[in-house]
């Protein structure tokens, strides 16, 4: 047989390499999969199911792979590469986002250390080439890093949101919107980054605990000498920008000053007391000023009763000519100006230290400005209707479903977004203006000293400002696909079917799309318009202690790292083994052991298979299953294939991963292959059978893993195959789902084995209590109330004694406890050890004294904990239910344990 490109390196015939080695394995199979051509979405055909469509949620083009990158996108490929061997006609689309303010940033922070050069000596021009120059060198870094985790992309449609189409899409929509009349451009207040210079979006902004003080202040009363209003503030600076002062309507202490007069301090503006139920009354004094140009809050109460707005702070930090005597100053030594002023003329009160939260950029790291500025907005309100529809009517689905609520409850109240941004990287905003200051949106590129489209006027300018990066990445599931053109990739996949992406960003990018959806897909039927059916928010990856991963805290785990020492199938498995759906999920580097070692296991299993199946070989069918244990595994595997399918199905990775790990470990590594050993090399029909059954349930297998450990899996594949001597098998990832023919779910057959098991595992359990080899020989006295049970031990007493390393053992409907004996109970068995001569009982009764104080110390803890109301309120519910199933085992070991002391 020839093996597909690159999977010669890792497997030969009729042997593997000793371990799977993941520096060497995996980029030759990812460099198989490539020239494969089973990236890209297989032909339309009869057995098709239908296509299937999965866009990437496009990283920053400075982004380089984190753990929320290594969790989403393990979850898309899981999703993928299920329903490409499911038959679809699957499409993944790759990208990155221009990321306008992150990659100026990173831009102009390397020209100015390398080069001393700021922007504005470059000029727009010059400075838009360097930053190509630099988006070309590294801007694909992330993408890569994605294939190393084995990402099955179609990396021949790979976008780029400032890619030539995807501009033409986005001066489209912009265009739509300005001739619907959905676009404006308006004073509004808006967070401003003043050392960037740029109005920035609210996912730009991080939050940081600030040591601050809590000022009161002393306001005069118009009209009434010597008597004062104190309010309080963090921010005194501001005080110059005060139009108005708030208390609660319903406070005693200041309802008798409603509709007065206060004086400000310094320039002496009248500034009216308005009753304002928003004011919480025991916040400082009780009193608020009111700043509209500069506190979000303020602005909103400034427009309720219509105060007009002062901006004192200009772009660049610093007091403007309205703050008077402070005009010039910085906002930190205004600060300090005003108070020591207020303080000079007696108008100081209490002040007091505070802890609050500050807004910082996200990129410059310094303090966020609210401020009023002259920006271009859109119209949610309309766009926000038809998004709301979506998810009532059953068009689109969250998983887990609480996030719904979050999606409803920001388009219920969605305020006009501003798409504006004060940048030179971007999609430069297309309106030009005439003489006039009279604007116009173009599809195309006017020229200065064209007639304006309306006036007929000389085209003076084009707008400064580019969009936020959301006005581009909002039309993503459609400009990817060829739109505004009605292009054959368009009818073909859209729209999509998933999409996975951070809580985060629900209603950034999430809520816009379905938004952008219904809005520019109107040739579609509007049924056919959302971008999406099913919307996954997973998890966040946080540390060890429940922190999340920051670069301040020094916390981060870096993915990377850990792929090149396990592997991408490990770090894959785990992920998703350690990550509940919808729950946050803690990770420590060292669990990532886990999934390399069940690598190692399943590699160990199919190695120790392969090297048996010379002979003749069944079936592998439930129907000709004739052996307990064949009929066992059989009936295990196609159990676990409805199971793990369903769960996928339903997008539940976290239940299909363990369904897997643990028929792959317990059901066929640690019991079948066990009990089947002694069949392997027979060459009659029981040899013909165990090994007809060993490559149906590895074929299997290796199919159900593939979507979370797929570099593993299609070695294992391709050695299997070539083993097999099969012509003309397709690789793994193009094969085709498991479909359970051949097989049946055989009650008897488990119930059976349970038997079986719960006797070994009974004897298992003494081995452990008292300390005694694991393949010592033992004799044992087996108490099995039930009939049933006593039959299995009797038809299957050589299984048992084999898998126990029993010499001997008696079965009873009850059994008298023998001297010098220790027990274990099982399911409904119990088993009876003789303690040889050999054993010291003083030891013995010592060690498990000791064994038992502590599992006492632990009952007691596990009661405290689950007995502390706060602990019961505020933990996850899930953790409550593991804290109770814990309490459960200790309080059962520690009856054990007394009951062994007792007997001894």
């Known amino acids: 047989m020839t093996l597909p490109g690159g999977l010669d390196e890792v497997v030969a015939p009729m042997e593997l390499a000793k371990n799977f080695e993941p520096k060497v394995h995996e980029p030759a199979i990812y460099r198989a999969w490539a020239e494969s051509g089973g990236f890209a979405p297989r032909a339309p055909g009869p057995k098709s199911k239908g296509t299937f ?154 939050y940081a605990e600030r040591k601050g003080k809590l000022w009161q202040i002393r306001y005069p009363l118009d009209g009434r000498p010597g008597e004062f209003l104190t309010v309080a503030t963090t921010r ?29 301090p310094f320039l002496g503006r009248k500034l009216p007391i308005v009753g304002d139920e928003t004011v919480e009354a025991s916040f400082g004094t009780g009193a608020v000023k009111i700043t509209p140009g500069h506190d979000p809050a303020d602005y909103e109460r400034g427009a309720r009763f219509k105060l007009p707005i002062v901006l004192v702070i200009e772009k660049d930090g610093r007091m403007s000519a309205e703050a008077g005597p402070f005009a010039g100053l910085s906002r930190e030594k205004a600060r300090d100006a005003v108070v020591k002023e207020l303080d000079a003329l007696g108008l100081l009160g209490e002040v007091s230290d505070h802890v609050h939260n500050v807004a910082l950029s996200d990129r410059s790291k310094s303090v966020i400005e609210p401020m009023v500025s002259e920006q271009w907005f859109v119209k949610m309100r309309p766009l926000a209707v038809p998004a709301i529809a979506a998810v009532k009517n059953g068009s689109l689905r969250f998983s887990p479903e609480r996030w719904t609520k979050v999606y409803l409850d920001w388009l219920t109240n969605v305020q006009d977004w501003c798409i504006s941004r004060q940048l030179w990287w971007g999609h430069r905003i297309p309106v030009w203006y005439d003489e006039d200051g009279v604007p116009v949106a173009s599809r195309t590129d006017l020229a200065l000293g064209a007639p304006h489209p309306i006036t007929k006027k000389p085209i003076v300018r084009q707008d400064e400002d580019v969009l936020d990066t959301w006005a581009s990445s909002w039309l993503w599931p459609f400009a990817t696909l060829g739109w505004p053109e009605k292009s054959p990739d368009l009818a073909r996949f859209y729209p999509t079917q998933f999409l996975s992406t951070a ?234 789902w498991p479909t359970g023919e051949g097989l049946a779910i055989d009650a008897a057959a488990e119930s059976d084995m349970a038997v079986i098991q719960d006797l070994v595992k009974a004897v298992r359990n003494v081995r452990a209590l008292c300390m005694l080899g694991e393949r010592q020989p033992l004799t044992a006295r087996i108490a099995a109330p039930r009939a049933a049970e006593r039959r299995v031990l009797e038809e299957h007493a050589a299984t048992a004694r084999a898998l126990a390393f029993l010499e001997s053992f008696e079965i009873s409907e009850r059994v008298d406890r023998p001297a010098a004996s220790a027990c274990a109970v099982a399911g409904g068995i119990e088993a009876f050890v003789a303690l040889g001569a050999s054993t010291d009982m003083a030891k013995l009764k010592d060690a498990l004294g000791k064994r038992l104080e502590k599992l006492e110390k632990g009952v007691t803890g596990a009661k405290a904990k689950l007995a502390n109301e706060n602990f019961i309120a505020r933990a996850d519910p899930d953790i409550v239910v593991e804290e109770r199933a814990r309490l459960a085992e200790l309080e059962l070991e520690a009856a054990l344990l007394r009951r062994n002391l007792a007997g001894l």
């Open 236 to 264: 005194p600076e501001t005080l110059l920008g005060d139009t108005g002062v708030a208390v609660n309507p319903n406070d005693e202490r200041y309802k008798h000053l409603i509709g007065k007069h206060a004086l400000l």
């Open 53 to 206: 469509t999965v866009m990437i949620p496009p990283p920053n083009v400075t982004g380089v792979l984190h753990m929320g990158h290594a969790l989403n996108n393990t979850i898309q490929d899981i999703v993928v590469r299920h329903r490409r061997l499911q038959g679809f006609e699957t499409l993944w689309v790759p990208g990155t986002d221009h990321a306008g303010i992150a990659t100026q940033a990173v831009v102009e922070k390397k020209l100015f250390q390398e080069k001393k050069i700021k922007r504005e000596e470059l000029g727009r021009e010059a400075f838009q080439k360097e930053v190509w120059a630099w988006k070309e060198k590294y801007g694909n870094t992330i993408l890569e890093q994605l294939r190393g985790l084995g990402s099955s992309c179609d990396w021949s449609r790979t976008k780029f949101t400032l890619d030539e189409d995807m501009s033409r899409a986005v001066r489209e929509a912009f265009v739509r919107l300005f001739d619907k009349g959905l676009v404006y451009r308006g004073a509004r207040l808006v967070n401003w980054d003043c050392v960037l210079g740029t109005a920035v979006s609210d996912d730009e902004i991080e």
């Open 503 to 736: 809580k985060e960003i629900i209603y950034l990018w999430v809520a816009r799309m379905v938004m952008a959806g219904y809005e520019f897909m109107d040739h579609l039927p509007e049924e056919q318009r959302c971008p999406f059916s099913v919307v996954n928010i997973h998890a966040t990856v946080l540390d060890a202690q429940g922190r999340r991963m920051s670069k301040s805290l020094g916390n981060g785990i870096d993915p990377l790292e850990l792929i090149e020492k396990y592997g991408a199938d490990a770090v894959r498995l785990c992920l998703v083994l350690l990550t509940k759906e919808g729950q946050d999920t803690r990770l420590a580097p060292e669990r990532i052991e886990q999934g390399f070692r069940f690598g190692n296991k399943v590699w160990n299993a199919a190695r120790f298979v392969l090297a048996n199946l010379d002979g003749e070989r069944g079936a592998g069918t439930s129907a000709t299953a004739t052996r307990l244990e064949d009929r066992w595994i059989l009936s295990r595997l196609e159990r676990t294939r409805s199971q793990v399918t369903k769960a996928f199905d339903e997008y539940r990775f976290n239940d299909a991963a363990v369904e897997l790990y643990r028929f792959v470990w317990n059901d066929f590594c640690d019991w079948y292959i066990e009990l089947a050993k002694p069949r392997f090399g027979a060459n009659d029909a029981s040899g013909a059978a165990v090994r007809g059954t060993l490559v149906r349930v590895l074929t299997d297998t290796l199919a159900l893993l593939h979507p979370v450990m797929p570099y593993l899996t299609e070695a294992l594949w391709s050695a299997l195959h070539e083993t097999l001597g099969t012509k003309s098998v397709p690789m793994l990832m193009n094969s085709g």
